[in-house]
C-alpha cells in the first residue's frame, strides 16, 4: 500500500482461482497482468512510480531520485512486483502501465524489516501464525485508471494470496496531503468504523502518531467521509480490512497514511472451493 496512486473507485471482482502450481499471466482484452521478470521490467515500474508519485501527485525528490528519474529503494529487491501490461504497447518493459509490490515474510527478513516499520509497530501482525504479505506502490498510468485495470489488480493480488496461502496482508495506505484538518472527516470516520480489534492492531510508531478521532462523531457526515476515501482503501475495508490505530504523516510523498489489515480467510476459501470444484474435487 505505501503510496498509491490515483485509481478508480470499483469493489473487487468476483475471484476466480489461478492455474495450479504457477503464477500465469491474466488478461483482460489488451491488458494482461503477471509478476515482472528481470531487471528492464523492474525498471519500468520504478519510472511509472517516479511519474505518479513524483511528477503527478507531488512527492519530493532528493537528487540521486531526481536524477534517475526512478522511484526505487532497498525494498524493491525483496520483493514481487506485479505489472498490468498492456500488450498493445508490446510484451516487454515498454508495455509496463501498472504496479503493485508484495513482499513476503522471507523477503523482509533479508532486509530485516518490512516498509510499513518506519511507520509503525507491527509485531502483533508479525506473531499471526502463517504467512503474511505486505502491499505498497501501488500506481496506474492515467490512460488506465479503469474499471477493467482496478479489477485486474484486484485479480491478480488474490491469485497472489493463493497461490503463497496468505493469511494476512498490511500495509501503509495513503491519502493524499498532509493537511489534517481537510482530512479531518475521512480519518475520524475511518477510527470510529474500522479499526482493527486489539489482536491485529498496528499503531504508529512514537513520535510519528497522529490522533485519527479528530472530530466529534456527530459533527462527521460519515456516507460523505466514506466516499471520499480513496478507492483502493475502500476496497479493502469491502474486503473486510480494518485499520490501525494512528495516522502518519509522510512528509516526502506529500500523503497521511494509515495502516491497512486484511485477513485473507474468506478469500482464499472463495478460491479453495472454485478451484476443488474445477478440479473435480466436490
Avoid at 480519518?187 to 485519527?212: Q, W
Amino acid at each position: 500500500m505505501s503510496v498509491d496512486g490515483p485509481l478508480p473507485d470499483d469493489p473487487p471482482p468476483p475471484l476466480e482461482p489461478p492455474p495450479p502450481g504457477a503464477f500465469e499471466e491474466l488478461r483482460a482484452g489488451n491488458l494482461g497482468l503477471r509478476l515482472a521478470e528481470g531487471a528492464g521490467e523492474l525498471d519500468a515500474a520504478q519510472e511509472l512510480r517516479f511519474r505518479v508519485f513524483y511528477e503527478e501527485m507531488g512527492a519530493r525528490a532528493d537528487p540521486a531520485t531526481a536524477a534517475a528519474r526512478r522511484d526505487a529503494d532497498a525494498f524493491d529487491a525483496v520483493a514481487d512486483h506485479l505489472l498490468v501490461l498492456d500488450h498493445d504497447l508490446g510484451s516487454g518493459p515498454q508495455a509496463v502501465v501498472g504496479t503493485y509490490r508484495l513482499i513476503r515474510r522471507a523477503g523482509a527478513a533479508r532486509l530485516g524489516r518490512f516498509y510499513s516499520e518506519s511507520e509503525y509497530d507491527i509485531s502483533r501482525l508479525l506473531d499471526w501464525p502463517g504467512e503474511v504479505l505486505e502491499l505498497g506502490r501501488s500506481c496506474v498510468a492515467p490512460p488506465y485508471r479503469t474499471r477493467g485495470t482496478l479489477q485486474l489488480l484486484w485479480r491478480g493480488i488474490a491469485a497472489y494470496v493463493f497461490r503463497h496461502r496468505i493469511d494476512l496482508m498490511f500495509g501503509c495506505a495513503s491519502l493524499h496531503g498532509t493537511d489534517l484538518d481537510a482530512l479531518a472527516p475521512q480519518l475520524t470516520y475511518l477510527h470510529a468504523n474500522h479499526l482493527a480489534p486489539p489482536a491485529l492492531c498496528p499503531r504508529a510508531v512514537p513520535g510519528r502518531y497522529v490522533a485519527m478521532d479528530r472530530l466529534p462523531l456527530g459533527a462527521v457526515d460519515m456516507k460523505a467521509a466514506l466516499v471520499a476515501l480513496p478507492p483502493l482503501i475502500k476496497g479493502y475495508l469491502r474486503l473486510g480490512g480494518f485499520i490501525g490505530d494512528g495516522a502518519v504523516l509522510d512528509e516526502q510523498f506529500n500523503t497521511t497514511d494509515v495502516c491497512v489489515v486484511v485477513k485473507t480467510d474468506l478469500i482464499t476459501d472463495k478460491y479453495f472451493r472454485h478451484y476443488e470444484r474445477t478440479a473435480g474435487g466436490g
